[in-house]
């Protein structure tokens, strides 16, 4: 039986699904068609997401706290937003000198998905030329040409928004290729990350409420790390997420042309 917490992270991945096609703007499409961003109303503009007709959209939104100065309830009584592909970004320039020719999922920096309310970061990782790598790639080999950014980069940029925002919570999900020994949790170390991770320890696995989110404010844990690498549980204490998250299964059907 799914435990409740579990439950909780299954909304959140929903949620995060829900951004494949897009970035925390698309949280405020008024679904109007459109040609040019002429064709929309203020605070609006004209919206395509690969190929799909274009519609009108919220060009920004508010920054809100994920848990509306309600911190009293246990963590896995909230949902929020969580972004796919967090680092695939519209208009990513590769510092490798080649063109990124992976599909882009998102038009928001790191940053500015945080300050818009995102509160829930999908990044797939792999080893490139003796480092980790944000990369959008195939047959768990990253390359040149599908790789965005090293990872300490989004790293540094989690930390800062954490460290100016002391209530607020960040879930990261890594789709973990990376095969060093230790290479991650020494990324997570220095990058100032590792100070405000939720220790394994304290993650339910009996189906128990988590803490409340004030208690994990107060003790500063406020960022929940999980890997798709089964033994960094064991090897590095990151959480394996299928010993804590579900997910729902969505199967795409292409019609024939």
Request: with cysteine.
């Amino acid at each position: 039986m799914a435990s409740r917490k579990a439950l909780s992270l299954l909304l959140v991945v929903v949620a995060g699904l829900c951004l494949i096609c897009g970035n925390v703007q698309a949280l405020g499409v008024a679904s109007d068609p459109c040609t040019t961003d002429n064709d929309c109303g203020q605070g609006l503009y004209c919206f395509s997401c690969d190929g799909a007709s274009p519609v009108c959209a919220i060009d920004s939104a508010t920054p809100v706290s994920s848990f509306s100065q309600n911190y009293s309830l246990p963590f896995n009584k909230y949902a929020w937003v969580t972004t796919h592909n967090a680092y695939a970004i519209v208009g990513e320039t590769s510092i490798l000198g080649v063109t990124i020719v992976s599909q882009k999922n998102q038009e928001d920096s790191i940053t500015s998905q945080l300050n818009k309310g995102v509160r829930g970061l999908m990044l797939d990782i792999y080893e490139l030329n003796g480092d980790i790598w944000l990369c959008h790639s195939v047959y768990r080999q990253c390359y040149d040409f599908t790789a965005f950014r090293p990872l300490n980069t989004t790293l540094i940029e989690i930390e800062a928004f954490l460290t100016a925002n002391p209530t607020e919570v960040i879930t990261i999900f890594f789709e973990d290729y990376v095969n060093t020994t230790n290479a991650l949790t020494t990324a997570l170390t220095a990058t100032g990350l590792s100070k405000y991770m939720f220790p394994l320890a304290k993650m339910p696995t009996d189906g128990s409420d988590w803490p409340t989110v004030s208690s994990m404010i107060t003790s500063n844990e406020r960022l929940l790390v999980f890997t798709s690498n089964r033994n960094k549980q064991a090897g590095e204490g990151i959480a394996y997420q299928w010993n804590y998250v579900l997910e729902n299964q969505c199967k795409w059907k292409i019609s024939p042309s």
